[in-house]
C-alpha cells in the first residue's frame, strides 16, 4: 500500500539521517583531537626555540681560535 512505502521510506530516511548525523559527529572529534595536536606541537616548537637560543647564549661565551 501507498501508506506503507510511505513509512517504509521514512524509516529509511531517519536512518540515513542518523547515519549522517554519527559520521558528521566523528568528523567533528576527529577534528577536535587534530586541533589539540596541533596546540602541543607548537607548545613543544616554542620550547624547543627558547632552549635553541638558551644554547645560543650560553656558547656564544667560547672562542674557537
Same mark, same amino acid.
Given at each position: !500500500?501507498?501508506?506503507?512505502? =510511505?513509512?517504509?521510506?521514512?524509516? &529509511?530516511?531517519? *536512518?540515513?539521517?542518523?547515519?549522517?548525523?554519527?559520521?558528521?559527529?566523528? =568528523?567533528?572529534? @576527529?577534528? &577536535?583531537? !587534530?586541533?589539540?595536536?596541533?596546540?602541543e606541537? !607548537?607548545?613543544? @616548537?616554542?620550547?624547543?626555540?627558547?632552549?635553541?637560543e638558551?644554547?645560543?647564549?650560553?656558547?656564544?661565551?667560547? *672562542?674557537?681560535?
Open positions: !500500500s501507498l501508506a506503507g512505502h =510511505i513509512s517504509s521510506a521514512s524509516r &529509511e530516511q531517519s *536512518k540515513a539521517t542518523q547515519m549522517v548525523s554519527t559520521s558528521l559527529q566523528g =568528523i567533528a572529534d @576527529v577534528t &577536535e583531537q !587534530s586541533l589539540v595536536g596541533a596546540n606541537t !607548537s607548545a613543544a @616548537v616554542r620550547g624547543l626555540v627558547g632552549l635553541a638558551q644554547l645560543t647564549q650560553a656558547i656564544s661565551q667560547f *672562542k674557537v681560535d
